[in-house]
T-cell receptor, first 115, second 110 residues
């Protein structure tokens, strides 16, 4: 248990569906992240939210839409995805830059399969 | 962030110490060394981090060379459950993201 909870753990969706991934952190952090891990590839940073504002978007296609309603919750809204978007999506959180105190903690991930 | 170099794979006998090396020759003075591991199908797990002093916690020890250009993660008594991909990452103190490489796949054998 890392204090970062992701739901659902597994999701299968069609290319015309709209679904959302949810993340909740219980660590009192004020920065949250979405990462993507495709098969046999390193983790890729997708989005960073700091104090509920998006501070980084690493050229992610618009079919991925993040939402951070408060410092404890993060969503990734998915629509019209492609089969190549099938991957493990990881949520993480940390304190804002405070020296060594801003260790990033990850959730268990949501396995997404697009059919 | 500075890049790191790790061997792609290593084996270790169960009960022995596992020593995982990492080179980070371009590390800057404000960059920490972090280690994570990822067991198959799970999210990365934080292990330990340090700036220039050696560090130890309940999971592992981190040895950083005096010039800070390399480090070693030590799992003192490896078990089968330590089989995972281990990532060495250098990250500035004011940088709010973590850039992962390919890591080292450690296999602990009976």
């Amino acid at each position: 248990e890392t204090g970062v909870t992701q739901t659902p753990r597994h999701l299968v969706m069609g290319m015309t569906n709209k679904k959302s991934l949810k993340c909740e952190q219980h660590l009192g952090h004020n920065a949250m992240y979405w990462y993507k891990q495709s098969a046999k590839k390193p983790l890729e940073l997708m989005f960073v939210y700091s104090l509920e504002e998006r501070v980084e978007n690493n050229s992610v296609p618009s079919r991925f839409s993040p939402e951070c309603p408060n410092s404890s919750h993060l969503f990734l809204h998915l629509h019209t995805l492609q089969p190549e978007d099938s991957a493990l999506y990881l949520c993480a959180s940390s304190h804002l830059g405070q020296g060594s105190g801003n260790t990033i903690y990850f959730g268990e991930g949501s396995w997404l399969t697009v059919v | 962030d500075a890049k790191t170099t790790q061997p792609p794979s290593m084996d270790c006998a169960e009960g022995r110490a596992a020593n995982l090396p990492c080179n980070h020759s371009t590390i800057s003075g404000n960059e920490y060394v972090y280690w994570y591991r990822q067991i198959h199908s799970q999210g990365p797990q934080y292990i330990i981090h340090g700036l220039k002093n050696n560090e130890t916690n309940e999971m592992a020890s981190l040895i950083i060379t005096e010039d800070r250009k390399s480090s070693t993660l030590i799992l003192p008594h490896a078990t089968l459950r330590d089989t995972a991909v281990y990532y060495c990452i250098v990250r500035a103190y004011n940088n709010n993201d973590m850039r992962f490489g390919a890591g080292t796949r450690l296999t602990v054998k009976p």
